[in-house]
């Protein structure tokens, strides 16, 4: 089995010296894969992580820089397993995602380590270690994929009659002449990205303006519960959806 093929290198440095708090991990040579631990470095007082990281945390994944993206593997974080995959954004130059369903990193490096080369007794060839390095508490910007998944969302709802006005997390396969919210979204991550993301930043964004003008209306789902609530109108949704299309607009990083 051969873990790295032969494409150039590739090094990720993330932009900018900004102070952070960051889980860097070394992953060694293991059977069918990579694996190691990470350490969490200290940000400034009171930056809230994004997952729950310790010192220790163990992480394995099935393949390292020189290989084709997507990466994936699986993080032993504490109380919880993870899965996760690292993703290149599309139209983003040299930026690298680290996406689990509990939340989505960014990451500040992604490369080999100037070290001697490790043997491996159950793998046909040798490698250096991996530096992983994850930013804990800064939230991945949105993208022109994230644009384009509100556009789709927003256009569902065009009169009362496309609106369905109590929906559950069941959504059908394909496009659906009458949706809620919450189907309406994950469609349309679906149609865009090839499969659902549940922390994609087009849905934390909405999330965020749901919380931030509508909390009250919130039990338990924020997308579900604000579709169905009685007070929640389809203007509501509209407005929802053009707020966040501006936030995403304004928080993309600008076209090439």
């Excluded at 690298?96 to 490369?111: D, S």
């Excluded at 001697?116 to 793998?123: G, L």
Aim: hydrophobic residues 40%; aromatic residues 6%.
């Amino acid at each position: 089995m051969r873990l790295f093929v032969a494409v150039s290198l590739l090094t990720i440095v993330a932009a900018g010296t900004a102070a952070a708090q960051t889980a860097c991990c070394v992953l060694s040579l293991r059977p069918y894969g990579l694996g190691g631990e990470c350490q969490v470095e200290a940000g400034p007082p009171g930056t809230r992580m994004r997952l729950p990281f310790e010192n220790g945390v163990k992480i394995w994944i099935t393949s390292g820089p020189r290989d084709q993206p997507p990466w994936r593997g699986n993080l032993s974080l504490p109380k919880v397993e993870t899965s996760f995959e690292i993703a290149e954004e599309r139209g983003v130059e040299r930026r690298l995602v680290f996406r689990t369903g509990l939340a989505w990193l960014l990451i500040r490096e992604w490369r080999e380590l100037d070290t001697a080369p490790k043997d491996c007794s159950a793998c046909d060839r040798s490698a250096k270690d991996v530096s992983l390095v994850l930013d804990l508490a800064a939230s991945p910007p949105a993208t022109e994929d994230d644009i384009a998944i509100l556009g789709t969302a927003l256009a569902k709802f065009r009169t009362p009659a496309h609106w369905n006005r109590k929906e559950d997390q069941s959504c059908p396969p394909g496009e659906a002449e009458v949706t809620g919210l919450f189907c309406a979204l994950y469609t349309a991550v679906e149609g865009r990205m090839g499969r659902y993301h549940h922390r994609q930043p087009a849905l934390e964004i909405v999330r965020s303006v749901v919380f931030e003008r509508w909390r009250q209306r919130i039990v338990s789902h924020p997308l579900v519960d604000m579709n169905n609530h009685p007070d929640t109108t389809i203007d509501d949704l509209r407005m929802l959806l053009d707020l966040s299309l501006a936030r995403a607009r304004a928080d993309a990083p600008p076209k090439k």
